[in-house]
């Protein structure tokens, strides 16, 4: 089993930057694909970024291309987000997630991942 613990997030204003951490447990990390999901209120849950095992294999919703960058350091059991010229419509909870599909299948959301942090609130104001 993996236990996902966040951080990161907050509150900043469009334009600027974020990043977020998630950080594993186990020793089995790195057998998992690790994907960033967020949703907003009202909304459904939406993929965000995704990365397969040894990070050779990334995915990136349409809307963050260019902005967003999914990352992975195995040695530190660690995927970090990194989240540039933030925009209100980035506002959301933002939730990492673990599974054992490949980084376009949890994107397409067409992979369930198995294990889920605990949520990180980013808000961006105008």
């Known amino acids: 089993q993996v236990q996902l613990v966040q951080s990161g997030g907050g509150m900043v204003q469009a334009g600027g930057s974020l990043r977020l951490s998630c950080a594993a447990s186990?020793?089995?990390?790195?057998?998992?694909?690790i994907g960033w999901f967020r949703q907003a209120p009202g909304e459904e849950r939406e993929s965000v970024a995704c990365?397969?095992?040894?990070?050779?294999?990334?995915y990136y919703a349409d809307s963050v291309k260019g902005r967003f960058t999914i990352s992975r350091d195995n040695t530190k059991n660690t995927v970090y987000l990194q989240m540039n010229n933030l925009k209100p419509g980035d506002t959301a909870g933002y939730y990492c997630?673990?599974?054992?599909?490949?980084?376009?299948?949890?994107?397409?959301?067409?992979?369930?991942?198995?294990?889920w942090g605990q949520g990180t609130q980013v808000t961006v104001s105008s």
């Open positions: 997630a673990a599974g054992l599909g490949a980084a376009s299948a949890m994107g397409a959301m067409t992979s369930i991942p198995l294990y």
């Open positions: 186990g020793r089995t990390f790195n057998t998992y694909t």
């Open positions: 990365i397969s095992r040894s990070a050779t294999n990334t």
